[in-house]
């Protein structure tokens, strides 16, 4: 990867943190400044010297962490590219969809909507996490355990608003068009190296779905 300026942190960085702590109590909103810490920390290091020239020891002295902290927070360096923390404002934005809108409406919102507040707070870092995964093998693969923890947390969504249970093959098979379809609306945006707008981009590619008439 050609070094770089490493991705900065801004005032929509401040209120993105500040979003996603809202619903934390004390200690998770300390462990969640820890982590963003080391994360950017790490984003920095990469940028300006690659990923694989990047240790979890320089990472951890950068982030002013130890190596024992760095893996309490990551098992892996992998896990540290792979895994974020939006989720939540996915979950938040989905609830507060109305009950009687079509649900892939509801989904594409649920899903663009926290995605433009993270583009706006931490546009280079997204993009420099969607080159990772292009060129990294190891971070590809680790990255079938994030898409699995968030397919979860989406059909268990979707079994609230339809009462069709979580697990059943149709909300799975759903859920599994879904993330297929954002993962190569982003995959398309990284490799065009960030020139189109992820969020148009997405909202084409889960649009195109249709629904599968729910």
Do not use: H
């Amino acid at each position: 990867m050609t070094p770089g300026n490493p991705p900065t942190r801004t005032t929509a960085g401040a209120e993105l943190e500040e979003l996603l702590a809202a619903p934390l109590g004390l200690r998770e909103r300390k462990k969640l400044k820890t982590r963003r810490a080391i994360r950017a920390a790490a984003f920095g290091l990469f940028s300006e010297q690659g990923y694989e020239a990047t240790t979890v020891d320089q990472i951890a002295a950068a982030a002013e962490v130890s190596p024992s902290t760095f893996f309490r927070y990551f098992p892996t360096k992998e896990d540290l590219v792979i895994s974020d923390d939006y989720d939540p404002l996915m979950e938040v934005s989905f609830r507060s969809r109305p009950a009687d809108e079509p649900l892939i409406e509801s989904v594409r919102q649920a899903m663009i909507d926290p995605l433009r507040q993270v583009l706006a707070a931490e546009r280079e870092e997204v993009l420099l996490r969607m080159q990772l995964y292009r060129e990294v093998p190891a971070i590809r693969a680790r990255a079938l355990v994030e898409m699995q923890r968030t397919g979860e947390m989406l059909c268990g969504l979707l079994a609230e608003r339809t009462g069709r249970p979580a697990d059943g093959l149709e909300l799975r098979a759903l859920v599994a068009a879904i993330l297929a379809a954002s993962s190569e609306a982003v995959q398309y945006w990284a490799e065009r190296g960030g020139r189109d707008e992820l969020d148009d981009l997405l909202d084409r590619a889960i649009t195109s779905l249709g629904g599968f008439g729910l």
